[in-house]
C-alpha cells in the first residue's frame, strides 16, 4: 500500500476549496455574534465517560476511542460537539437565565453515516440554553436559515419532526418497552412489513398502539399532516403536545417551505427532547443543517437545563456550491530593496493580494488569478494591468 494514501472515508482539502471553507467559518461566526452568540472552544478528546454521558448508543459506535499514556484511562475523539458546550454551559459557565453559544471544529467519526459521507467533519453551530419556550426554537430555526443563505445556498426546506410522538406511544404501552430502538429503526426507514413484524412478536401490544404504530410511516407531507395525526393516533397528552409544539412553529415561520414526518425519531444520537428539524436543498444527498430541542442534557453535567441547537459540516456546505470565483492578484519581483519593499507593504496593507516570483521559478496557483503586476518607474513601483 503507497504510504501517501489515506482511510477511507478521509479526504485533504486543497487551496482553493479550503480558502471557501475558512471563509466560510469566518462569515458564520461572525452572523452569531450578531445574534449575541459568544464563541466556546471545546478539546478534541476528552473522557470517554464524559463525553458519552446522557448521549444514545450511536453517538458512542461513532465514537473513536484511544488509551490516555498520562492517566490509562480511555479517550474518546468527539463525534459531535453539542454535548460539549452542554456541559461548558451547565458547568463551566453556570450561569443563571438564557446563555448563547457558539462554536466550530473538527469531529470524526469512527464509521460514516453514508456510503457518500466523510469521517471528517469540520462542525459549526450555535445552541441556546436557559428557556424552554417556542421562541428559543424560533430564533433557531431562523438562525440557521440565515446560515445557509449568507452561504449561497437557494431553495432551502425546513423538514420538522417531534420525537415526543414515538416516545408517548411506547411509554403508554408495557409491551413495546424493550423493543424501543428497533421500533426506531424501523419507523425511520418507513418499514411497514417490518413494523408488521415485530407487532406480531408482541402479544401483549395493544391495539390502538398497533393501529399507531402501522400509521406513523405514511404521517409525511405538509401541514395537513398534523389534522391527519390528530385522527389517526390515539389521543395522549404526549402526542397532542407534540403536534401543539409543532404547529406553533408552523404559525410562527409563515414564510417558510415546511416538510413534517412524523415517524421520524430525529438524530440516531438520542438526545433530543422535542422539535427536530433539518434543512434540505437541492444539490445535497443529505440534510446541511440537523437541529432541535434537548431539555435536560445538561443533568448529566449536574445541572439540567432547556436547550435547542443546530450544527452544520462546513465541509459538505462548501462541497455543494459552485466553484469559488479566482481572488485577484498582482505579480511583484524579487527584490529587497528598500522601495520595492515599502511598496509591497502598502499593498498588502492595502488588502490586495501581491506574490513575488522567486528567481528561476515558475509557479501555478489554485485560488488567485494574476491580472496585474508591480513594476519600477524610476524611483517608485506601480501597478500595471497584464
Known amino acids: ?84 458546550v452542554a456541559r461548558i454551559d451547565a458547568h463551566l459557565l453556570n450561569r443563571e437565565g438564557v446563555t448563547r453559544l457558539c462554536y466550530c471544529g473538527s469531529v470524526l467519526h469512527a464509521r460514516p453515516a453514508d456510503l457518500l459521507s466523510d469521517r471528517e467533519l469540520l462542525q459549526i453551530g450555535a445552541e441556546l440554553f436557559g428557556h424552554a419556550g417556542v421562541e428559543a426554537d424560533i430564533e433557531i430555526i431562523q438562525l440557521a436559515f440565515e446560515s445557509v443563505r449568507r452561504a449561497g445556498v437557494e431553495g432551502a426546506r425546513l423538514d420538522l419532526s417531534h420525537p415526543g410522538v414515538v416516545h408517548a406511544i411506547v411509554q403508554a404501552d408495557e409491551a413495546l418497552a424493550e423493543s424501543a430502538e428497533e421500533l426506531s429503526v424501523l419507523l425511520s426507514n418507513k418499514d411497514v412489513p ?93 440534510a446541511l443543517v440537523k437541529g432541535g430541542r434537548y431539555d435536560g442534557m445538561g443533568k448529566s453535567f449536574g445541572r439540567a437545563r432547556p436547550a435547542t441547537g443546530f450544527s452544520l459540516d462546513l465541509r459538505k456546505l462548501s462541497s455543494g456550491l459552485p466553484p469559488p470565483p479566482l481572488a485577484r492578484a498582482i505579480r511583484a519581483p524579487w527584490g529587497t530593496e528598500a522601495s520595492l519593499v515599502r511598496a509591497l507593504q502598502a499593498l498588502r496593507q492595502a488588502g490586495e493580494i501581491v506574490v513575488q516570483t522567486l528567481p528561476g521559478q515558475a509557479q501555478r496557483l489554485d485560488e488567485f488569478t494574476v491580472d496585474r503586476e508591480l513594476v519600477p518607474d524610476g524611483d517608485t513601483w506601480k501597478v500595471r494591468a497584464i
Not at 462569515?27 to 471545546?42: M, N, S
Not at 389521543?235 to 412553529?249: D, K
Request: proline share 7%.
Open 194 to 286: 417490518g413494523l408488521s413484524e415485530l407487532a406480531a412478536r408482541l402479544p401483549g401490544l395493544r391495539p390502538d398502539s398497533r393501529k399507531a404504530l402501522l400509521a406513523l410511516p405514511s404521517l409525511y407531507g405538509g401541514p395537513e399532516v398534523l389534522q391527519r395525526a390528530r385522527r389517526e393516533l390515539p389521543g395522549l397528552p404526549g402526542i397532542e403536545a407534540a403536534l401543539g409544539g409543532l404547529e406553533s412553529l408552523l404559525c410562527a415561520l409563515p414564510d417558510h417551505e415546511f416538510g413534517i414526518d412524523l415517524a421520524d425519531v430525529g438524530s440516531g444520537y438520542g438526545y433530543h427532547s422535542g422539535v427536530v428539524f433539518s434543512i434540505y436543498a437541492e444539490g445535497w444527498h443529505d
Open 1 to 84: 500500500m503507497s504510504n501517501w494514501l489515506l482511510p477511507e472515508h478521509l479526504a485533504d482539502i486543497l487551496p482553493a476549496e479550503a480558502r471557501r471553507i475558512e471563509e466560510l467559518r469566518r462569515a458564520l461566526l461572525d452572523l452569531y455574534r450578531t445574534y449575541g452568540f459568544e464563541l466556546v472552544a471545546p478539546p478534541l478528546v476528552e473522557y470517554l465517560d464524559s463525553l458519552l454521558t446522557g448521549n444514545g448508543g450511536d453517538l458512542g459506535l461513532r465514537t473513536c476511542k484511544l488509551v490516555d499514556q498520562l492517566s490509562g484511562r480511555t479517550l474518546g475523539v468527539r463525534p459531535d460537539m453539542t454535548p460539549q
